[in-house]
């Protein structure tokens, strides 16, 4: 069945540094890609989307690329903020069904 | 905010009870998803609802059961209640069934079974 793979947290960097959080994908049809965020105590916020092969998602500072010839979606982004510790899920939704099937998730932790 | 209300917050009972979780979708959405996150299982999809029909279904427990209403809340009825059932149980609503659609989340309802 599908299923989204992430890389196992927690993230800790400090406060401007790099981020990247791995996610790889196994889907039998031509699924659509997430990211959502989910701050403590909060629910799940779409950060990002692409919906088909080389599209790129974009938001607050974060970017994924999603690519079909690796099945990956990382996450990026540049400069991170205190703010942005959270815990950042992957996922998927599949052609011919309505369900996101996600990651593990990967909890991110920025120091000052 | 996303839009999507769930009641109530937080809820604390004991096992062979039996609860219900309740939903509003944003104005104007007709899915209505539920997903279950626990520690063990991660987050997974239960069901769907479209327009007050089953559209899909997951790894959704016989205990459980949920139905859409006409005005487009949703309600999940968890019965029989054991320990493993404490989760955040979470409502996703989106504006029809298409793939490209974005689903938004509710806050959660979180389960304590004691």
């Known amino acids: 069945g599908d299923s989204v793979t992430q890389m196992e947290g927690p993230v800790t960097l400090s406060e401007e540094a790099f981020l990247t959080i791995n996610c790889t994908y196994t889907a039998t049809g031509y699924p659509s890609l997430f990211w959502y965020v989910q701050y403590p105590g909060e629910g799940l916020q779409l950060l990002l989307k692409?919906?088909?092969?080389?599209d790129k998602g974009s938001n607050k500072g974060f970017e994924a690329t999603y690519r079909k010839e690796t099945t990956s979606f990382h996450l990026e982004k540049g400069s991170v903020q205190v703010s942005d510790s959270a815990v950042y899920f992957c996922?998927?939704?599949?052609?011919?069904?309505?369900?996101?099937?996600f990651g593990t998730g990967t909890r991110l932790l920025v120091s000052p | 905010d996303s839009g999507v209300t769930q009641t109530p917050k937080h809820l604390i009972t004991a096992t062979g009870q039996r609860v219900t979780l309740r939903c509003s979708p944003r104005s104007g959405d007709l899915s209505v998803y539920w997903y279950q996150q626990s520690l063990d299982q991660g987050l997974q999809f239960l069901i769907q609802y479209y327009n007050g029909e089953e559209r899909a279904k997951g790894n959704i427990l016989e205990r459980f059961s949920a139905q859409q209403f006409p005005d487009l809340h949703s309600e999940l009825n968890l019965s029989s209640l054991e320990l493993g059932d404490s989760a955040l149980y979470f409502c996703?609503?989106?504006?029809?069934?298409?793939?490209?659609?974005?689903?938004?989340f509710g806050p959660g309802t979180r389960l304590t079974v004691l």
């Open positions: 692409a919906t088909k092969a080389d």
């Open positions: 996922a998927l939704r599949d052609t011919g069904f309505q369900k996101l099937v």
């Open positions: 996703a609503s989106s504006v029809g069934g298409s793939l490209t659609d974005t689903q938004y």
